[in-house]
Structure formats: structure tokens, C-alpha cells
């Protein structure tokens, strides 16, 4: 099992930054690709970013693509998400999640998932 924890949300002006931080615990993520999601209420789960174990392949949705960057740091058992330049659409419950079939796109693929972190933007 794997207990996955989100921190650094908050409040945030527009056009500011934020870190998220994922960390882990139960086991070590080195073998799991590692993903973050952000949800609204009333709206689907929606993919952010995904990294390979090895962190060398990177995905990003297209509407944080330049702005966004995920990273881990496998020895510390975390992962990121440095988020610049925030929009006013992106304020959601941002999640952590791992997976064990490799970097992927898809929520329905990821077996573990943290609580979330709360990010907010104002204008």
C-alpha cells in the first residue's frame, strides 16, 4: 500500500505560483509513475501532468503545458508540481496519484491517490 499526502496548497494572485508536494509513505515510489489530477465540484477528475519512474518522460495537459513542471526526487520519496503564471481557471482540489503500469494520461489507471491540496487563484 501506498499513503500519498499533498501539501502547499493555497491562495494565490493571478499570475502568481504555488509547489505543490506529494509525499509518500508505505512504500518507496522509484517504481511508479506518478501523476497529478484537479478536480471542481461537479466536474471530472481532469489530468494535469504525469512523470515516468525515472522521470524522464513527461506529460502535461494542454492547458497548463509551459507553465506547469512535474519532478520527483525519488530518494525523498515526493514528487512536485511548480505551478507559474496561475490562472483563474485553475483553482481545484489538486491530487497526487501513483501507478504501476507505467506514465499515463488516464485517472482510471492510477491505483493510489492522495486527499488533495487546495489551490486558489484570485483576480
Known amino acids: 500500500q501506498v499513503q500519498l499526502v499533498e501539501s502547499g496548497g493555497g491562495l494565490v494572485q493571478t499570475g502568481g505560483s504555488l509547489r505543490l508536494s506529494c509525499t509518500a509513505s508505505?512504500?518507496?515510489?522509484?517504481?511508479?509513475?506518478m501523476g497529478w489530477f484537479r478536480q471542481t465540484p461537479g466536474k471530472e477528475r481532469e489530468f494535469v501532468a504525469a512523470?515516468?519512474?525515472?522521470?524522464?518522460?513527461?506529460y502535461y495537459a494542454d492547458s497548463v503545458k509551459g507553465r506547469f513542471a512535474i519532478s520527483r526526487d525519488n530518494p525523498k520519496n515526493a514528487v512536485y508540481l511548480q505551478m507559474n503564471s496561475l490562472k483563474p481557471e485553475d483553482p481545484a482540489v489538486y491530487h497526487c496519484?501513483?501507478?504501476?503500469?507505467?506514465?499515463?494520461?488516464?485517472?482510471?489507471?492510477?491505483?493510489?491517490w492522495g486527499q488533495g491540496a487546495q489551490v486558489t487563484v484570485s483576480s
Open positions: 512523470l515516468s519512474w525515472s522521470g524522464y518522460t513527461k
Open positions: 496519484a501513483a501507478t504501476n503500469v507505467g506514465v499515463t494520461r488516464i485517472s482510471g489507471e492510477y491505483q493510489y
Open positions: 508505505g512504500r518507496t515510489l522509484g517504481s511508479l509513475a
